[in-house]
C-alpha cells in the first residue's frame, strides 16, 4: 500500500517495468489506470480521469468495486507547467487524495467527496519537464533510481538477441556478433556521453539513449540468410545504414555530423 516513484532518463524501462508488473496483477483484486501526463494537463482533467474510474459506494463515498484496489499509474508526472505559485496542479491534486483521500465536487465547491482504496504508481524522467516535483508529494512516494545498463549488461543482453537472429546465417556472419555489438556500443557512448552531442536551445532534440540502441539491433534482425548468402561486408553496411538513421539524420550541425563520421 505505499506508492511509488521510478526515476530515469528515456529508455531505461520505466514504464515497461510498471506494466510487466500489472500482467502479473490477479485482475479480481486489482486494477490500475494509467495517466500520462503533460505540459497541458492541469487538475480538472486529472480529476475528470480519477472520477471515471470509481463508482459512488455510499453519500459521499467513492471508490472502485468493493474487494478491489485501483492503482492510477502515472506516466511522465513532472510534466505539467509550473504555476506562478511555483506549484503543479494535478500534483497538488494527487498529494490532496494521498493526504486526506478527498476532493471536491467542481459544481459545488462545499460537497466533499471521500475516495477509497485507491494508490499511485508514478514514472518520471529527470531531464524533461520540471526538474522539482513537490516534496509534500514525494515523501509518500518510495523513490526508485534506473539508470542507463553498464557496458556489460547491454553486452550480454543485445549479443545474446543477435547471435539468436544469426543462428541461421553462415558461420562468418555468426562471428560478425561481437563485432557489431562492440562497435554500436563505441557509437552509442559517444553520442550519449559527448559534450559535443548535449542537448542546447539549438538542439533540444538531442536526446540520445538506449532506445537508439535497441532500434539498430532490432533493424538487422529484420534481415534474413538468404539475402546475406557469402556477403559478410553487407552486414556491415547494414549496421552502418542503421546507425546514420538512428543517429546521423537527427544531427543539425555540420560540425556535429563531423564529430560523427569520426566515430564511425
Known amino acids: ?5 521510478y526515476v530515469g532518463t528515456a529508455g531505461t524501462g520505466k514504464t515497461s517495468i510498471v506494466k510487466d508488473y500489472f500482467k502479473d496483477l490477479d485482475p479480481d483484486s486489482v486494477i490500475n489506470t494509467p495517466i500520462n501526463f503533460n505540459s ?7 480529476q ?14 467513492y471508490g472502485p468495486p468493493t474487494g478491489k484496489t485501483l492503482i492510477y499509474f502515472v506516466d511522465d ?10 506549484t503543479q496542479q494535478p500534483i497538488a491534486l494527487v498529494r490532496q487524495l494521498i493526504d486526506y483521500a478527498t476532493y471536491y465536487d467542481r459544481a459545488d465547491l462545499s460537497v466533499q467527496k471521500r475516495i477509497a482504496d485507491i494508490m499511485f ?11 522539482f516535483v513537490d516534496e509534500r508529494l514525494t515523501r509518500h512516494l518510495t523513490t526508485v533510481c534506473l539508470s542507463v545498463p553498464e557496458k556489460e549488461i547491454l553486452n550480454t543482453i543485445y549479443s545474446q538477441i543477435l547471435a539468436g537472429h544469426f543462428r541461421e546465417f553462415e558461420e562468418n556472419i555468426q562471428k560478425m556478433t561481437p563485432k557489431i555489438i562492440s562497435a554500436t556500443q563505441k557509437v552509442f557512448i559517444d553520442m550519449s556521453k559527448n559534450p559535443k ?4 536551445a539549438l538542439k533540444f532534440h538531442y536526446q540520445f539513449n538506449m532506445r537508439d540502441f535497441a532500434k539498430i539491433i532490432q533493424n538487422i534482425c529484420n534481415t534474413t540468410p538468404k539475402e546475406f548468402k557469402g ?14 538513421r538512428v543517429w546521423h539524420d537527427r544531427l543539425t550541425l555540420d560540425e556535429d555530423r563531423e564529430q560523427y563520421m569520426k566515430t564511425m
Open 40 to 46: 497541458y494537463t492541469d487538475s480538472m482533467s486529472l
Open 197 to 200: 552531442f548535449a542537448p542546447t
Open 231 to 244: 556477403k559478410p561486408v553487407e552486414i556491415v553496411r547494414l549496421w552502418a545504414h542503421e546507425c546514420h
Open 1 to 5: 500500500q505505499k506508492g511509488l516513484l
Open 77 to 86: 508526472l513532472n510534466m505539467p507547467k509550473v504555476d506562478v505559485y511555483y
Open 121 to 131: 504508481v508514478t514514472c518520471m524522467n529527470p531531464k524533461a519537464g520540471s526538474f
Open 48 to 61: 475528470i480521469v480519477i472520477e471515471s474510474n470509481v463508482d459512488k459506494r455510499t453519500g459521499t463515498l
